[in-house]
């Protein structure tokens, strides 16, 4: 342990706590290799994307080429990387959009996951290779127009008849819903909440996209309408029933966003970084004035320590030391600090902050959404509410 005294050293304003020092070689590449695919793949055209309304589908096998489809889980084609890979790979992806994030989140945690966790091997070898290539895309159905934080109160079902499954209902909010051809959707049936696989081609099975969103505009979201769906009887998933199956799910996903929003907050900090040494008024670089420099220092701030977070929260997953209010503490912290630290970069950018121009709007509005999907902020504090007074308070 060093004993020298404290000294000024060199300290990058991109990486002020040198996190970089706490990641190991295998982890800092596939961070760097994620990060070349963002600034190649995303960066470029995501403001396009964005304002045209459309997820460019031809990125699912150019993502799934690089390992990041399913990519915690083991075999079946899947990367099998540690949990803090994979929340590394969720920042560098949610630095270029919370849309590409989201894409690669439904897919491998709420979609992949599932019939990993729960599906027959049959199940499994017939879709989880095609999902990690990204050949084949997945969608979760879980939320219903009345079902939201409650998703006990769903309304979906699914009957017996003779061998087969007959599903009826609707389900509300589905990422990818309208560029899948699967769907893992949650139905109540005589024995509990179980999972089916769909495939988006059987009959009764129809999808209408959600427009006008002002936010995720670069990521399909759609409604999934069940009218009589007939699915032979493995449609089911075999391991789990109860709410307990998709809320599983959830904190797969949720492990994600928490890495996720922190990339989000980073490309704010970032621009407004950049645009306060370089934009002058008043004959100085606005950077210069101590009102600018105490937001910069509240996002800089709020970014390193939701990274600190966020990697912490991983180590304890890759131990298997992890309780989902860990997750839920993650979530929390780093999406509304997230949302802050857009907030605070808009208004440093000025006018030049509410175009597509630059990233910070983009990234404000699309947090909006993520504050709010894979649990809202009252729902997790609810939980962790319950975690440290033992009470429930969610009725
Ligand atoms: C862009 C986008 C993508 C999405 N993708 C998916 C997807 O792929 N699959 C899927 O199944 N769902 C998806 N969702 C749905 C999302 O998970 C729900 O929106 C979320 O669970 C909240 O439900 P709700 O919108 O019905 O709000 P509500 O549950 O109606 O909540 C409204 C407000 O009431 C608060 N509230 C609710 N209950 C309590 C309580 N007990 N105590 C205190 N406050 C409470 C909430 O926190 C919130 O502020 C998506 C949503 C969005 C916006």
């Not at 396009?48 to 390992?67: I, Q, S, T, V």
């Not at 139905?187 to 696989?197: L, Y």
């Not at 007939?230 to 959830?250: Q, W, Y």
């Not at 983009?362 to 033992?390: A, P």
Request: hydrophobic residues 40%; negative net charge; charged residues 25%.
């Amino acid at each position: 342990m060093s004993k020298q005294p404290v000294s000024p050293r060199r300290v990058d304003p991109l990486d002020f706590l040198d996190i970089d020092s706490l990641l190991d070689p295998q982890e800092r590449l596939i961070r760097d290799t994620v990060r070349q695919f963002v600034r190649d793949r995303v960066l470029p055209d995501v403001a396009d994307w964005f304002e045209e309304g459309r997820f460019p589908k031809e990125l699912a096998p150019e993502m799934g080429e690089l390992g990041l489809l399913g990519m915690h889980l083991d075999g079946y084609g899947c990367a099998g990387t540690s949990s803090v890979e994979y929340g590394l790979a969720c920042t560098e992806l949610e630095y270029g959009d919370s849309g590409t994030r989201s894409f690669v989140s439904v897919q491998g945690s709420l979609a992949m996951f599932p019939i990993w966790a729960y599906g027959s091997e049959e199940q499994k070898q017939e879709w989880l290779p095609g999902m990690a290539a990204g050949e084949v895309i997945g969608c979760f159905g879980l939320t219903e127009p009345d079902a939201g934080s409650d998703p006990g109160s769903m309304r979906t079902t699914a009957k017996r008849d003779g061998g087969d499954w007959v599903l009826n209902g609707s389900k509300m909010w589905i990422t990818n819903g309208g560029i899948s051809d699967v769907a893992v959707v949650w139905a109540r049936t005589d024995e509990g909440v179980k999972g089916f696989i769909v495939p988006t081609g059987t009959k009764g099975y129809t999808v209408n996209d959600i427009h006008k969103k002002l936010s995720l505009r670069a990521s399909v979201t759609s409604e999934l309408v069940l009218d009589d769906v007939r699915l032979p009887g493995d449609a089911v998933l075999p391991g789990v029933t109860g709410l307990k199956g998709p809320l599983s799910c959830l904190s797969e996903a949720r492990f994600g966003i928490m890495f996720g929003a922190v990339g989000a907050a980073r490309a704010c900090y970032e621009s407004a970084l950049a645009y306060a040494i370089e934009r002058e008024q008043f004959g100085r670089p606005i950077g210069s004035f101590q009102l600018i420099q105490r937001q910069l220092v509240e996002m800089l701030v709020a970014v390193n320590r939701g990274m600190l977070v966020s990697l912490h929260i991983g180590r304890l997953k890759d131990r298997g030391d992890i309780d989902p209010a860990h997750i839920s503490f993650g979530k929390f912290d780093t999406v509304r600090t997230a949302l802050e630290v857009a907030r605070t970069a808009r208004s440093v950018l000025g006018a030049n902050g509410i175009t597509l121009e630059y990233p910070v709007i983009r990234h404000m509005n699309n947090l909006e959404s993520v504050y709010t999907y894979e649990g809202t902020n009252e729902v997790h504090t609810l939980i962790m509410g319950q975690k440290i007074t033992g009470l429930e308070a969610f009725g």
